[in-house]
């Protein structure tokens, strides 16, 4: 699965690659982190990827981009179960409209440079500076806001100051996009786009060679100190060597975990019974991307009359639907995001009732264009289920079940070629403004990020209000305003958070704590 971007908004998207996999594992020891577990025996991790766009973080696009930006490009902050834990940072102080990072001692560059104030600063202009284009500069700092970076290399410490409040901000800097990229890599910011800028890597692994949608490979730097202060246990060791390679398919990857060629691999629910206690394999399932229904309003589509949407929103099962997509794996969602998610409310009392006959009555002959990824389920089984429950209230349903590169191409790019999408959200920020994101605001011909070109005052004003919040109560309030409003007007219909699974061959764990999608820790456990 990737994630593209539009500006502030994420946008799911998948690149599925044919490819020989192959590989061995090595013996020895690791080097250590503060994982604890016993001693490890196998120095390699070989998983799965997709095809990266890139190694520059701040220009991450997709989940890959963000996934290999981590193993190289440390950020202030990461993500753990209970909240945020040191990084490159040791401790924090802010308040709704700045924050200030005291750094860790004696972290190092690839090339020996220490990490310091004026380091970090000058990675986090360059992070800001509207030339860069940052994809999740809007995310991470608030839309439209201007960003102020003082380094005080005497007192070890970074502050930045923003103009309107953004209560996500230091949340945001958890984010692999805004990793701390070296002088070195900001000297050559070509180098540093192909993986190639030597000592640009404030992380702790190194590229070492990659073969372009086939393989990609890590190495850790021996004299790396920097980990996270993890609260929760991570079970064994961090791998000498990181082996990325791209996968076919789940059933393909479930294959190559079960004949020894791969050590974890993504898999999709229907393969879980293959691996969970069968042979000393296991399994790995954590929450991850948010799917929901999306409507193309603009004026003349069938979407632009609000009791059509119900009625689409009356004819979808959710707990069909999870069944459909995750094999109960998923969690049915009520405000687009997952369980756990600061200001979600679990409640049901404010969604759109199932009724069926109620449906019929409004859709039947009604000729509605759904497109979706093929993410959604296994082949799009989820877009094929919507695609039925909406025929058997009499409309007259045209399903484009396409690869992500056309789902992409249609929905941001021909505004006027689809009327229901799918949508598959990852929500790296893990904010419940992630999702409200793609509905106010200009839309995307227009420069914003605003798909279905939704027109929603009481959205657009709570939206705001959440935005400058300067109170986490206040915060909440208006998000959870602006959501219901969302799901009054029907111009999405919530339905589940889809899981990431990971199948696991016995010696090896893997975890994604706190939330975080772009950060998996693989380790070495046997």
């Known amino acids: 699965m990737r994630q593209t971007r539009t500006r502030a908004v994420p946008v799911t998207a998948a690149v599925a690659m044919t490819a020989v996999l192959a590989g061995c594992t090595t013996t020895g020891s690791t080097s250590a982190d503060p994982g604890g577990g016993d001693a490890a025996t196998a120095t390699k991790i070989r998983t799965t990827i997709d095809v990266p766009a890139g190694f520059d973080p701040a220009k991450a696009l997709s989940l890959p981009d963000y996934q290999l930006a981590r193993n190289s490009y440390d950020t202030l902050v990461r993500k753990d179960d209970g909240g945020l834990v040191g990084g490159l940072a040791t401790k924090w102080t802010n308040t709704p409209t700045s924050a200030t990072f005291t750094l860790r001692a004696g972290a190092t560059c690839a090339d020996g440079t220490p990490i310091t104030p004026t380091v970090v600063k000058g990675s986090l ?8 284009a940052a994809p999740d500069l809007p995310t991470v700092f608030g839309p439209g806001n201007k960003v102020t970076v003082t380094a005080d290399d005497a007192a070890q410490t970074v502050k ?26 900001l000297k050559d910011l070509k180098a ?4 190639k800028a030597k000592g640009s890597q404030s992380g702790p692994y190194l590229l070492e060679k990659s073969q372009s949608g086939v393989s990609y490979s890590y190495r850790l ?91 689409v929103a009356q004819a979808v099962d959710r707990a069909a639907f999870t069944k459909v997509v995750s094999k109960d794996t998923g969690e049915p969602s009520t405000m687009f995001v997952q369980k756990g998610i600061p200001c979600n409310d679990p409640g049901t009392s404010f969604l759109v009732p199932k009724d069926k006959a109620a449906a019929a009555d409004v859709l039947k002959g009604k000729k509605i264009r759904l497109v979706g990824p093929q993410v959604v389920g296994p082949a799009g089984a989820g877009n094929q289920y919507i695609q039925e429950a909406l025929r058997a ?28 999408t799918v949508f598959a959200d990852l929500n790296f920020l893990g904010s419940i403004a992630n999702p409200l994101s793609h509905f106010v605001g200009p839309t995307v011909p227009e420069g914003g990020g605003n798909l279905g070109a939704v027109k929603n005052p009481v959205l657009n004003k709570a939206f705001a209000q959440g935005a400058e919040a300067t109170t986490e109560g206040a915060r909440c309030a208006a998000y959870q305003k602006a959501a219901k409003a969302l799901i009054s007007q029907v111009d999405a219909v919530p339905l589940v958070n889809d899981p990431f699974i990971y199948a696991l061959r016995k010696g090896f764990s893997a975890q994604m704590l706190g939330g975080s999608l772009d950060d998996p820790i693989l380790r070495i456990t046997g």
Do not use: H
């Open 393 to 420: 209230a009499g409309a007259d349903v045209t399903l484009a079940n396409v690869d992500v590169g056309a789902w992409v191409g249609t929905v941001f790019g021909k505004p006027d070629a689809w009327d229901l």
């Open 221 to 311: 730097r021996p004299e790396y100190k920097a980990w996270p202060a993890w609260r929760t246990k991570i079970p064994g060791k961090v791998a000498a060597t990181m082996e990325y390679l791209v996968s076919p398919d789940p059933t393909a990857t479930g294959n190559l975990v079960t004949s020894g060629q791969l050590d974890i691999g993504k898999i999709d629910a229907s393969g879980i019974p293959r691996f969970d206690g069968v042979g000393g394999n296991s399994v790995s399932i954590s929450r991850f991307s948010d799917f929901y229904l999306l409507f193309n309003e603009r004026p003349g589509t069938v979407f632009a009359d609000a009791a059509t949407r119900r009625a």
């Open 160 to 185: 930045i100051t923003l103009a309107r409040p953004w209560g996500d901000m230091v949340t945001g800097l958890s984010v692999a996009s805004t990793g701390i990229v070296c002088p070195a890599g």
């Open 192 to 195: 540093l786009a192909a993986g």
């Open 125 to 132: 202009d360059r992070y800001i500076d509207p030339k860069t």
